[in-house]
């Protein structure tokens, strides 16, 4: 697990290193500034090349002042502009250190400014750091915005100057860097979209926080990588189908067969024991013929489209057999898909996702899921969102993680809101930010391995929230195999659960 930070909490843990450990801050200061010019230095042709370092009036500025002493030492040819009159205490600091040293620093102007750029081959962004507040207005923004003109190689020192450390917004402009090395823990705002885009790659450099000061908070963002295979369930070497548990998906409406065996087929690859699909009487032939491992049981619709009641006899026993159930994919939105719903959130004594149609119907009535006696997991794209909230889209895709923390909290469920960063909430605070994946994997049937992965972690004994965001990282994991396959053009949900068996077969 990957802890992640918004910037007020990098203050906490900054100030508490400082005030309650002792380290002095000009000592993570320096680190942090050895840790960008060890990145410089790495650069093929430096000592041929020429530096400009932009900085602002907070202690990024003071990073990037010691980066300009330090290159200086090299012998590497840099300038210095400072943006602001006003310093924090550590950065007049180093600027006293650069002037009893005679190097020079440019107070900000415009024509120097852009000359300087234009010179440079590279460009060190330290203008703001964790400590941005508000809007980027005038020299700053006309700073701002001549870097991004230039073709010039960028480094940011912690965060792109402009992103909203917690949020990764754009605050009216900000610095397109190539490369971002941050300092401790990355920064939320490095992850998120818009955010990423401007980081482009992000390096973390221990600057030597100590662990305690990590553990001493709640940090409640995180994200994976390719280290969390690891919390994959471990297979029992004596074991039967019964092991690795029973998967129910009610799925299918008449000719959307498709969803039922997307959903199934990716609970079998992932390891789930036994799938149990519950679709529509007109899928039959098309499901048993389609993937024969399956258990099929069937439902019919009246003229009405209201449910044939008699199903219920099989399907009571059926619930009763899951060890956790899916329910929604291409169910379309009758009264049928309601009354299922309806009864599956009375009925099970096991976990239960719901998606797609499921959530859709869901919408009309939301006060169906506060009579829950189990676990929920809603998997909504920012559409089904939208609409389970009442909220437009851009509401939804531009605060990702209130919304999510606010549907979790509310309904005291779990909610993995679907998009370029799905986010996994749960009603205790825990936030996951998902980065594996890409967009190849938006297209029709994606959805449906994903709920199929999670159901099939499930059945194998993960807890649903630790299911949820391994499962979420595992299909994006899958979906960026297959994009090294067919490529990003020509996926399909079906790539997708081809490459699972690539991504879990890791002894
Ligand atoms: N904890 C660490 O990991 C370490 C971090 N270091 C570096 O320090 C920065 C954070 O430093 P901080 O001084 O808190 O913040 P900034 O450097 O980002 O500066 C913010 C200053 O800028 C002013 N401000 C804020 N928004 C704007 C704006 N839109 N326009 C103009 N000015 C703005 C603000 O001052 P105000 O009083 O005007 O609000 C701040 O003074 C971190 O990112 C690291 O790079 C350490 O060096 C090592 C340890
Ligand atoms: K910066």
Do not use: W
């Amino acid at each position: 697990m990957i802890k992640l930070v918004t910037g007020e909490e990098m203050q906490l843990i900054d100030s508490y290193t400082i005030k309650e450990i002792g380290i002095p801050s000009m000592v993570l200061m320096e680190r942090a500034a050895l840790g960008i010019v060890d990145h410089i230095l790495k650069r093929k042709h430096i000592e041929n090349e020429k530096v400009f370092i932009l900085c602002g009036s907070g202690n990024n500025g003071g990073d990037g002042l010691a980066i300009g002493r330090l290159l200086g030492n090299k012998g590497i040819r840099t300038n210095i502009m400072l943006l602001s009159e006003n310093y924090t205490q550590e950065t007049s600091m180093q600027l006293k250190i650069l002037q009893n040293l005679n190097i020079k620093v440019d107070k900000y102007d415009a024509d120097q400014l852009k000359k300087y750029i234009s010179e440079s081959d590279l460009i060190i962004d330290a203008i703001f750091g964790t400590g941005l507040t508000r809007e980027v207005i005038g020299h700053y923004k006309d700073t701002i915005q001549c870097v991004n003109n230039e073709d010039k190689f960028v480094i940011s020192v912690d965060i792109p100057s402009g992103i909203c450390s917690k949020s990764g917004k754009v605050l009216g402009v900000a610095i397109k860097a190539n490369l971002t090395v941050t300092f401790g823990l990355n920064k939320l705002g490095n992850v998120l979209y818009p955010g990423t885009l401007y980081a482009s790659k992000t390096n973390i450099v221990d600057i030597g926080f100590p662990k305690r000061a990590y553990d001493s908070r709640m940090l409640k963002h995180f994200t994976f990588d390719e280290n969390a295979l690891q919390k994959l369930p471990k297979r029992e070497a004596r074991s039967n189908k019964g092991t690795f548990g029973k998967v129910l998906v009610i799925a299918g409406a008449i000719n959307m067969s498709g969803a039922a065996f997307l959903s199934a087929m990716a609970a079998y690859k992932i390891g789930g024991g036994l799938v149990n699909i519950m679709t529509h009487e007109e899928n039959r032939v098309i499901i048993q013929t389609s993937i024969p491992e399956a258990i099929v049981t069937t439902f019919n619709t009246l003229d009405n489209k209201e449910l044939d009641k008699t199903c219920f006899i099989e399907f009571k026993s059926s619930i009763k057999d899951a060890n956790v159930i899916v329910i929604g994919p291409g169910l379309s939105q009758c009264k049928a898909t309601k009354e299922l719903l309806e009864y599956v959130i009375r009925h099970s004594k096991v976990p239960i996702i719901i998606d797609a149609d499921g959530l859709n119907v869901l919408s009309n009535e939301l006060s169906l899921i506060k009579e829950h006696q189990v676990e929920i997991i809603i998997t909504p794209h920012p559409g089904e969102m939208s609409r389970l909230l009442g909220v437009s889209i851009k509401e939804v895709t531009e605060n990702l993680i209130e919304n999510a923390n606010f549907i979790s909290k509310k309904y005291n469920i779990i909610c993995a809101l679907k998009d370029a960063r799905t986010i996994v909430t749960n009603p205790f605070d825990d936030v996951y930010i998902n980065t594996s994946g890409n967009n190849g994997m938006a297209t029709a049937g994606a959805g449906d391995v994903l709920t199929g992965i999670i159901s099939g972690l499930i059945a194998q004994g993960l807890r649903p929230y630790e299911a949820t965001c391994l499962g979420v990282y595992l299909h994006g994991l899958s979906g960026d195999k297959a994009k090294e396959r067919v490529g990003v053009y020509s996926m399909m949900a079906r790539d997708i659960i081809e490459e699972i068996s690539k991504v879990t077969n890791i002894n």
